[in-house]
């Protein structure tokens, strides 16, 4: 069987010999020590670390690079929100594209190869992040895969005429209803807020992402949603569907208290995508000593069997003003602030930023380093893999359905430099 591209001599799992990887009309159809069909385009990557395409399953493009627009001073969630509300109201159609683009390249050098957006739906800024993002859509459809999540950051209830401009975004071509339960003013509509997410999601047969339970303490119930989240995940037959971010209040909760939520959340199969960047920098804010990590439980989630993933959220921004849509930057982060140094620890790091957050999306059929998946990888400049998160290297080629999108030379008698596909 000819192939169309045939990556030689990868090393995809240590302690193994190196492999062939053949690809054909944009699949993985042979994982081999030595592949002698014949190729169109072949390269010899000479022992580099081969691992699935990184996924980002939660990015905010349309708040971008907003970092010395309006610079923020408290450091605050409170101060970020009110900020962006103010910079969202000048919301430009070009702007919005080109910040956006910014952090697509960034994010494609990285060997990102699937990002799910969250643009803000709401009467500050109407439908321009969703508008801006379909275009992207397209314009990127050969470097990597984009969902769209119609997010109302400012809530639902409180904010009339919002769920009207969610379902403009749905019948727009959104992929995903959003949510923000917390942005609301009591518990009551923080629930009913939550059965609108739902209501909307079955009307149009899709998944559901939401912002949940994002705060220091869960002694306010608008930030311990959780449970009846999960509640109404199973009651719906909503199972695998359903995403959520932050969930930072968790980890507030003793060992026994936590532990049905946690039980809870395995059982309605929901996802939980940890956003160390932010969750970091605006966490703890009020402690004056032993400051908190601001993080959700992963170890205690990760040993219950939930699926957690990882990803950059925002980049350069007032909730986070650091990023570059590196995943790997982000997983070496997360390792360090859950104190996951072992080797078992750091594999299951690079697992949430590619198996696990693939998982999030709903991609984990098609995506994978196996015969039969899509043929969506990154070739990483170290050789072992246990190295990938120790290194954070060069990301020397990325390939998506097939296609080379990335080279990046790497040896120090060559130039550095690097091209993009068509986008640079």
């Known amino acids: 069987m000819d192939m169309d591209l045939l990556v030689r001599q990868a090393r995809i799992q240590d302690g193994q010999s190196l492999k062939d990887i053949g690809i054909r009309e944009g699949r993985i159809v042979a994982i ?70 910014r952090v697509l390249e960034m994010a494609i050098k990285n060997g990102t190869i699937a990002i799910r957006a969250h643009p803000d739906v709401d009467l500050i800024q109407g439908l321009i992040g969703v508008e801006t993002l379909l275009e992207l859509k397209e314009e990127y459809q050969d470097c990597l ?24 975004a749905m019948v727009m071509g959104a992929d995903v209803v959003g949510g923000c339960p917390y942005n609301e003013m009591s518990w009551n509509d923080t629930r009913r807020h939550i059965d609108l997410v739902f209501e909307m999601a079955q009307k149009h047969g899709v998944a559901i992402d939401m912002h949940a339970d994002f705060a220091d303490e869960a002694t306010d119930q608008r930030f311990a949603a959780a449970t009846y989240i999960a509640q109404k995940t199973i009651a719906t037959g909503y199972q695998g569907k359903v995403a959520l971010g932050h969930v930072t209040s968790l980890g507030a909760l003793d060992p026994d208290e936590a532990k049905p939520v946690i039980e809870l959340l395995r059982e309605a199969d ?24 601001g993080l959700t439980p ?72 196996e015969v039969g998946r899509q043929a969506d990888l990154v070739i990483l400049d170290t050789l072992e893999v246990a190295d990938a998160l120790l290194d954070i290297p060069v990301r020397s080629w990325v390939i998506k359905r097939g296609r080379i999108t990335v080279v990046t030379h790497h040896r120090c008698d060559i130039n550095h430099s690097s091209h993009l596909g068509d986008h640079q």
């Open 32 to 101: 081999e020590d030595h592949i002698t069909a014949d190729a169109q385009e072949s390269i010899d990557v000479e022992g580099r670390v081969a691992l699935p395409g990184f996924v980002e399953p939660h990015l905010h493009l349309d708040k971008a690079f907003l970092h010395r627009r309006l610079p923020a001073v408290q450091g605050t969630l409170e101060e970020a929100i009110r900020v962006t509300g103010i910079l969202k109201g000048k919301q430009e159609r070009k702007d919005v594209l080109a910040r956006s683009r």
């Open 270 to 293: 929901i996802h939980i995508v940890t956003l160390p960047a932010t969750d970091l920098y605006l966490g703890g804010r009020k402690d004056t000593k032993n400051q908190r990590r």
């Open 145 to 168: 895969d984009i969902q769209i999540v119609a997010f109302p950051q400012e809530g639902i209830i409180k904010s009339m005429g919002t769920y009207d401009l969610m379902e403009e």
């Open 298 to 369: 992963v170890r205690a989630l990760t040993s219950a069997g939930v699926n957690v993933a990882y990803s950059s959220n925002n980049i350069r921004n007032a909730f986070t003003p650091f990023g570059k849509a590196d995943p790997l930057v982000i997983g070496n982060m997360l390792a360090h602030a859950i104190q996951f140094g072992t080797l078992e620890n750091q594999a299951a790091i690079l697992r949430m930023g590619t198996q696990n957050a693939a998982r999030a999306m709903g991609l984990a059929d098609g995506y994978g380093l």
